[in-house]
């Protein structure tokens, strides 16, 4: 068990770039979420997947946002034409069905100038 | 929906006092409930949890919460803290029945610093 694993850790982009975070989840977890925290805030929870499919997205997540994990393994978190207020830190967390907490990865921290 | 509140957003204490981090929620539905611990530059670690039974749960490093079902709180406690209990401390609940698909929906924080 190596634990939830996300990359980068940090990432500064211009306005209006694309970015794309990776998270690998505990092997054999089959749920696996993201959340979005900002400075001062709770995370707050974007996106959900049970394996492959996508189950539920948050009106957090605008048109811009896009969320995938083919194969039911990692999962990639991609921003298009980012804004300055998606800065902000994105969290992935993993879960095995038969448990309730879940599992969370270090982070990655994206900044917009 | 549900919603959580952490009543104090910091608290200073000193070395082996006391502490109480408190949290309230709100919900429609049964919740589990849960805190988790966020050091410095690390990611989120739970640090207990509440499913069913006793309603009172305790951690390895010697926190401990209680369930209240009437007064919909689920407050954080240690009898004596160190310096290096020193993080942020996030109260959260998912929907029992997993019709939220068991998402954790968060408290804004409460920054624990203690001090020598």
């Known amino acids: 068990d190596t634990g939830v694993s996300q990359n980068p850790r940090h990432k500064i982009t211009k306005r209006g770039q694309n970015v794309t975070f990776r998270c690998d989840p505990i092997s054999e977890h089959n749920r696996l979420y993201w959340y979005r925290q900002t400075l001062g805030q709770g995370p707050e929870f974007l996106t959900y997947?049970?394996?492959?499919?996508?189950?539920?997205k948050s009106r957090l997540l605008s048109d811009r946002f896009s969320a995938e994990r083919p194969k039911g393994s990692f999962s990639t978190l991609e921003i298009q034409r980012t804004e300055q207020g998606d800065s902000a830190m994105y969290l992935c967390a993993s879960s095995p069905d038969v448990i309730y907490e879940q599992y969370f990865g270090p982070g990655t921290r994206l900044t917009v100038t | 929906a549900q919603s959580v509140t952490q009543l104090d957003s910091q608290v200073p204490v000193f070395e082996e006092a006391p502490v109480e981090l408190r949290c309230n929620y709100s919900?429609?539905?049964?919740?589990?409930l849960f805190w988790y611990v966020q050091y410095p530059n690390q990611g989120l670690q739970l640090l207990l949890k509440?499913?069913?039974?006793?309603?009172l749960v305790e951690s390895i490093n010697g926190f401990e919460a209680e369930f209240n079902k009437s007064q919909t709180s689920f407050h954080l406690r240690k009898p004596s803290v160190h310096i290096s209990d020193t993080a942020e401390y996030f109260c959260?609940?998912?929907?029992?029945?997993?019709?939220?698909?068991?998402?954790?929906?968060f408290g804004k924080g409460t920054l624990l610093t203690v001090n020598p």
């Open positions: 919900s429609s539905v049964s919740v589990y």
């Open positions: 509440y499913l069913s039974g006793s309603t």
């Open positions: 997947f049970q394996n492959e499919a996508q189950l539920e």
């Open positions: 959260a609940v998912s929907d029992r029945s997993g019709g939220s698909n068991y998402k954790l929906t």
